[in-house]
Every structure is written in C-alpha cells, then in structure tokens.
C-alpha cells in the first residue's frame, strides 16, 4: 500500500480533475489523502439554498467530507486560508487569502501532512493553475515546494490537454453540436486552458470510476446543480469529457510516458 495525497484550491475541485486517480488509488488498495487550501468562501449560491445562519464555507466542508468519501480518500484536510476569487478580483488582495500566503509558510503546512503520511505520490496543478485561477496557480507553487521539504518522490501537475480540447470542439461544430461562431478562439487563449499534448507525460483512464467522479460531483450540490455542465450532459458526453485525467510529471517524457500514477507502488 502506498499514499496518494491529492491537494486542490478548493472544494469540488478535487472531483473534476482527480476524482478519477484517487478513486483508482483506492480501489487498488491506496491509501488516499485529499488537502484543500481554502473552504471555498466566496463560491455562488442560489438564495434560500443555505439553512439560516449558515455560512458557505460550512457547507462546503461538509460537501468535501461526503466526496472525499465517494472517492475513497480516508483523511480530509484544509490549510486554513481564504478562497481569493478570480484573478483579478479585488479579494486578491485580502491578508488571509491564499493568494496572499506567503509561499514557504503555505508549504510548511502541507509538507507536515506529506511527512506525516509519508506519502508517496503528491497531485497539485500545472504552472498555470490549469485555467489561471490565483489559487489553482497557487497551489502549484505550494505543492511543489511542500514536496521539496518533504521529500515527496512523485509529483504530478493534473491539467487539461488543450490540443484534445480543441479537436473535441471543432468535431462537435462538424456535428452541429455546437455553433462555428461559439467555437473558442484557441488562437487568442487556448494555450491559457490546460496544456499542449506535446508537454504532458501521463495520461490515465478513469473511464471506470466515472459513476464515482459524478457522484462526488454531486455531492457538491452548492456549487454543482443537476442542471449544470457536469451533471445535465448524458453518459456518453460526461465519458468523452471527463474519461481521462492528464497529468505533468518533471522528468518524464517526452510524451506521454505513463498511464498509471501509482505504478510500481
């Protein structure tokens, strides 16, 4: 047995780029550990959805519990900082904001954790926060230093692969799926989306936790309706988009060179 600790910005992230990897890891006898920065406080709600005198954050935390256990992950933790909206937000600026911590002190606190479980695989995101959320980038520079401190051998930025992206799109325009004109112009921010094919190194299919990976969506229904993105698209869509996690790790490559994170442990 070996330990997986996936660290995320916030609560539902956790779902939609790793779910996959951490329900794998442990279905196979892992053991898993999901971190999160902050509590998610500035995420939209509908009115009326929260009970009275029920912050946000609370609900969400209780929301991450219930994932991490659809997921497998048997230890929950938060760093302890404040959601800091999207870039270029006013809240970027707030002490107590992820985006504000300082570097080595955010990643002391998860080296702690890495020490503790002694863990043997780390998760975080590409440079790029994998879409340029201040705390997505964020976690990137933490988890990559906490894992310097700890020593932790294994380190993969999950991504997107923004090349599969762009062919996904422009076949569903051939199908008339979706409009020519409401095509993303990948030219002008594309790149700014995951990452080119040509940098990643692993590319593992999840295809058989997707029940799972939806499930744990679900479970963050304050951010995640039935009507949303990720739960209204039928089977065969949720599969094509959400069948296959990428992940960067330094020193592999190039190409892609791995299907399993956990290989060999």
């Not at 500035?42 to 997921?71: I, K, M, N």
């Not at 870039?87 to 911590?101: H, I, K």
Request: with cysteine; hydrophobic share 40%.
């Amino acid at each position: 047995m070996a330990t997986l600790v996936s660290f995320h910005a916030h609560p539902d992230d956790e779902c939609i780029v790793a779910g996959g990897v951490m329900r794998k890891a442990f279905e196979e006898g892992h053991r898993v550990v999901l971190v999160v920065a902050t509590r998610g406080e500035v995420g939209e709600v509908p009115d009326g959805f929260l009970d009275d005198g029920e912050e946000l954050w609370q609900r969400r935390v209780q929301e991450t519990h219930a994932s991490a256990e659809v997921l497998g992950a048997k230890r929950v933790e938060f760093l302890g900082y404040t959601d800091s909206g999207m870039m270029g937000e006013p809240r970027n600026d707030v002490p107590g904001t992820f985006w504000q911590a300082d570097v080595e002190e955010a990643a002391q606190r998860l080296a702690t954790i890495l020490r503790e479980e002694q863990a043997d695989v780390l998760t975080v995101y590409d440079d790029n926060g994998g879409y340029g959320h201040p705390d997505h980038i964020q976690v990137h520079r933490v988890g990559m230093r906490a894992a310097e401190l700890a020593g932790t051998p294994r380190v993969y930025e999950a991504t997107s692969n923004s090349d599969e992206m762009r062919r996904g799109m422009e076949e569903a325009v051939r199908t008339g799926q979706i409009k020519a004109e409401d095509l993303p112009d990948f030219d002008e921010g594309g790149a700014e989306f995951g990452k080119p094919e040509a940098v990643l190194t692993a590319r593992v299919d999840v295809a058989a936790y997707l029940p799972q990976k939806r499930a744990a969506m679900r479970a963050h229904a304050s951010q995640i309706s039935e009507d949303s993105f990720f739960l209204a698209m039928p089977d065969e869509g949720f599969a094509q988009a959400f069948g296959v996690e990428w992940f960067i790790r330094a020193g592999q490559g190039p190409g892609i060179t791995e299907t399993d994170i956990m290989a060999g442990l």
